[in-house]
């Protein structure tokens, strides 16, 4: 089984920056599409920000501008570099890896991921 391991979360004063990391196991991170999602309480869970395999980065709106996602294959390791924190942003963050798929769902879609973290939680505080 795959395992995807988040770290970094904390907390943070509104407009300070936090940057997550995601750890993939396995020979194929390369392969992976990656993505972040964020679930705060009583609110569904949220696309944040994906890359892709080629490094193509797509972002939420509500983060477009703020939040910066890169990757370094060799160190099977996805980055989120979160700045200027809003109260808003607080959640738990999810980490997600998806095989490479005959027809994709979409990479802003949960079910296009095959293998997720057990999330970290991200608190920003006003």
């Known amino acids: 089984q795959v395992q995807v391991v988040e770290s970094g979360g904390g907390l943070v004063q509104a407009g300070g920056s936090l940057r997550l990391s995601c750890t993939v196991s396995?020979?194929?991170?390369?392969?992976?599409?990656m993505g972040w999602f964020r679930q705060a309480p009583g609110k569904e869970r949220e696309f944040v920000s994906a890359?892709?395999?080629?490094?193509?980065?797509y972002y939420a709106e509500s983060v477009k501008g703020r939040f910066t996602s890169s990757r370094d294959n060799a160190k099977n390791t996805v980055y989120l570099q979160m700045s200027s924190l809003k109260p808003e942003d607080t959640a738990v963050y999810y980490c997600?890896?998806?095989?490479?798929?005959?027809?994709?769902?979409?990479?802003?879609?949960?079910?296009?991921?095959?293998?997720w973290g057990q999330g970290t939680q991200v608190t920003v505080s006003s």
């Open positions: 997600a890896a998806g095989r490479r798929k005959y027809s994709s769902i979409g990479y802003d879609t949960e079910n296009e991921y095959d293998y």
């Open positions: 396995g020979r194929t991170f390369s392969m992976y599409l």
């Open positions: 890359i892709n395999w080629s490094s193509r980065t």
